[in-house]
C-alpha cells in the first residue's frame, strides 16, 4: 500500500512539473511572438516635408517672439557679478539673491562674471581640513583666488566651465532665449580655451561676429540668431581671444562708466573708455550699448532705491541723449528683483525698452 501511495505522488509530481513547463514555454512563445513597437522614423525614411515643415515652424516661432528686431534694437536685463549669489556658494558679500540659473529663469538673458586662474594650493587644502582641495582650473573669483574666503572668493568654487555649462543648458531646454556673457577676464587666451572647451554643446550655441560678417553688414536679426542655434553671445575685456569666438568688448559696444558712486548720486552717462564714446558712429554697423546701473559696494537697500524709478529716469533723460538718441541693449544692476515701490523694476523697464517702436 505505502508502495503504491508513493508511485502515485511520483506520477503527479512528475504531471505538474510538466504542466509549468509547457505554461513557461507558452509565456515565452507569445512574447517571442507578440509585435514590437514600431520605431521612430530616421531621417533617411522620414517623409521628405519633415524638415522644411520643422524649419518652417521654427521660423514661424522666432518671428513671433521677436519680430524683425536685430540685436541690436532689443534690450535685455543683465545681473552684475551674477556669481556671487548666495545659492551657488557661501559669499558673505553678494550682487545677487539666487543661483545664476534661477536667475536665467527669472528672465535674465545677460551675466557678467570674472573669470580668474586658481593654482592648486596644497596649504590651502591642510588648513581647510580637506574642505578647499580643488585643482588648478578657471575659477569664478572676485579678485584674488586665494585671499579672503566669502569676498574674494568662495566654498565650494566655483569653476567658470560649469556656470557656462549651466548657461547652455539652459539654452538647450529654452530654443527661444539668447543669452550674453560678459567676463572681466584675468586669465591667458589658452586657459580661457581650454575651459570652454570642456563645457558640452557651447561650440554650436556660439555667436561668432565675424562669421556673421557684422562689420560689414550690422548685427543679424535676433530671429535669425534663434533659428540658427547661435544663441549664446561672450564678450570679453581682453582683445586677444577673438578666435576663440569671444569678442573684445571695445570693438564691438560701447558702455558707460559703471558706478553709481558711493552714495548712488551720480547718473550721469559718460563713457567707460575715453577713446570709444557712448555716441560713436560707424559706416554700416551699430554698436551694442551695455548700461551698468550699480554703485560701488552693492546692498540690498540701496539696490531697491536704484532699481526703480531712478533706473528708468537715467536711461530717459541721461543715457537715451548721451547715446544719440538710443537706449541700450543690456541693463545691468545688482539684486535684480529688487526695487523702490514705484511699480517700475529692471525687468518691466527692460520689457517697457523692448515695447518702443
Same mark, same amino acid.
Request: hydrophobic share 40%; with cysteine.
Given at each position: 500500500?505505502?508502495?503504491?501511495?508513493?508511485?502515485?505522488?511520483?506520477?503527479?509530481?512528475?504531471?505538474?512539473?510538466?504542466?509549468?513547463?509547457?505554461?513557461?514555454?507558452?509565456?515565452?512563445?507569445?512574447?517571442?511572438?507578440?509585435?514590437?513597437?514600431?520605431?521612430?522614423?530616421?531621417?533617411?525614411?522620414?517623409?521628405?516635408?519633415?524638415?522644411?515643415?520643422?524649419?518652417?515652424?521654427?521660423?514661424?516661432?522666432?518671428?513671433?517672439?521677436?519680430?524683425?528686431?536685430?540685436?541690436?534694437?532689443?534690450?535685455?536685463?543683465?545681473?552684475?557679478?551674477?556669481?556671487?549669489?548666495?545659492?551657488?556658494?557661501?559669499?558673505?558679500?553678494?550682487?545677487?539673491?539666487?543661483?545664476?540659473?534661477?536667475?536665467?529663469? /527669472?528672465?535674465?538673458?545677460?551675466?557678467?562674471?570674472?573669470?580668474?586662474?586658481?593654482?592648486?594650493?596644497?596649504?590651502?587644502?591642510?588648513?581647510?581640513?580637506?574642505?578647499?582641495?580643488?585643482?588648478?582650473? *578657471?575659477?569664478?573669483?572676485?579678485?584674488?583666488?586665494?585671499?579672503?574666503?566669502?569676498?574674494?572668493?568662495?566654498?565650494?568654487?566655483?569653476?567658470?566651465?560649469?556656470? #557656462?555649462?549651466?548657461?547652455?543648458?539652459?539654452?538647450?531646454?529654452?530654443?527661444?532665449?539668447?543669452?550674453?556673457?560678459?567676463?572681466?577676464?584675468?586669465?591667458? +587666451?589658452?586657459?580661457?580655451? +581650454?575651459?570652454?572647451?570642456? *563645457?558640452?554643446?557651447?561650440? /554650436? #550655441?556660439?555667436?561668432?561676429?565675424?562669421?556673421?560678417?557684422?562689420?560689414?553688414?550690422?548685427?543679424?536679426?535676433?530671429?535669425?540668431? =534663434?533659428?540658427?542655434?547661435?544663441?549664446?553671445?561672450?564678450?570679453?575685456?581682453?582683445?586677444?581671444?577673438?578666435?576663440?569666438?569671444? #569678442?573684445?568688448?571695445?570693438?564691438?559696444?560701447?558702455? !558707460?562708466?559703471?558706478?553709481?558712486?558711493?552714495?548712488?548720486?551720480?547718473?550721469?552717462?559718460?563713457?567707460?573708455?575715453?577713446?570709444?564714446?557712448?555716441?560713436?558712429?560707424?559706416?554700416?554697423?551699430?554698436?551694442?550699448?551695455?548700461?551698468?546701473?550699480?554703485?560701488?559696494?552693492?546692498? =540690498?537697500?540701496?539696490?531697491?532705491?536704484? !532699481?526703480?524709478?531712478?533706473?528708468?529716469?537715467?536711461?530717459?533723460?541721461?543715457?537715451?541723449?548721451?547715446?544719440?538718441?538710443?537706449?541700450?541693449?543690456?541693463?545691468?544692476?545688482?539684486?535684480?528683483?529688487?526695487?523702490?515701490?514705484?511699480?517700475?523694476?529692471?525687468?518691466?523697464? *527692460?520689457?517697457?525698452?523692448?515695447?518702443?517702436?
Amino acid at each position: 500500500m505505502l508502495i503504491d501511495m508513493h508511485m502515485q505522488l511520483r506520477v503527479r509530481s512528475r504531471a505538474l512539473v510538466c504542466l509549468l513547463v509547457l505554461a513557461l514555454v507558452g509565456t515565452v512563445t507569445t512574447a517571442a511572438a507578440a509585435p514590437r513597437p514600431p520605431t521612430p522614423a530616421t531621417a533617411a525614411t522620414a517623409p521628405t516635408n519633415t524638415v522644411s515643415t520643422v524649419g518652417a515652424a521654427a521660423n514661424a516661432a522666432a518671428t513671433a517672439r521677436w519680430g524683425d528686431r536685430r540685436l541690436d534694437e532689443v534690450a535685455f536685463l543683465t545681473t552684475h557679478n551674477a556669481f556671487t549669489n548666495y545659492e551657488d556658494s557661501r559669499w558673505s558679500s553678494v550682487n545677487q539673491s539666487e543661483s545664476v540659473r534661477a536667475q536665467l529663469d /527669472n528672465g535674465v538673458r545677460g551675466l557678467s562674471l570674472d573669470t580668474h586662474w586658481y593654482e592648486r594650493s596644497t596649504w590651502l587644502c591642510v588648513i581647510s581640513f580637506g574642505s578647499d582641495c580643488y585643482p588648478s582650473d *578657471v575659477y569664478l573669483c572676485h579678485g584674488d583666488c586665494k585671499t579672503f574666503a566669502g569676498a574674494t572668493y568662495a566654498l565650494p568654487r566655483q569653476t567658470f566651465h560649469g556656470t #557656462m555649462q549651466t548657461v547652455v543648458d539652459f539654452l538647450a531646454t529654452h530654443p527661444q532665449e539668447v543669452v550674453t556673457v560678459f567676463l572681466e577676464d584675468y586669465v591667458g +587666451a589658452d586657459q580661457l580655451q +581650454a575651459s570652454l572647451g570642456r *563645457v558640452n554643446g557651447l561650440q /554650436n #550655441m556660439l555667436f561668432r561676429a565675424d562669421e556673421w560678417g557684422v562689420r560689414q553688414h550690422g548685427w543679424p536679426k535676433v530671429a535669425d540668431l =534663434v533659428t540658427s542655434g547661435k544663441r549664446l553671445l561672450i564678450f570679453s575685456d581682453r582683445s586677444d581671444r577673438e578666435h576663440l569666438g569671444v #569678442m573684445y568688448d571695445r570693438s564691438w559696444t560701447v558702455s !558707460n562708466f559703471w558706478s553709481l558712486g558711493d552714495l548712488g548720486n551720480d547718473v550721469s552717462c559718460v563713457s567707460r573708455w575715453a577713446d570709444v564714446p557712448l555716441d560713436r558712429q560707424e559706416p554700416g554697423f551699430r554698436r551694442l550699448f551695455t548700461m551698468s546701473h550699480h554703485r560701488n559696494v552693492p546692498t =540690498v537697500l540701496t539696490a531697491a532705491l536704484d !532699481n526703480g524709478a531712478k533706473l528708468r529716469n537715467r536711461i530717459a533723460e541721461q543715457c537715451r541723449s548721451a547715446t544719440g538718441g538710443r537706449d541700450p541693449n543690456f541693463v545691468s544692476v545688482d539684486f535684480h528683483r529688487l526695487s523702490d515701490g514705484s511699480g517700475h523694476t529692471p525687468a518691466s523697464i *527692460v520689457a517697457e525698452l523692448n515695447a518702443r517702436p
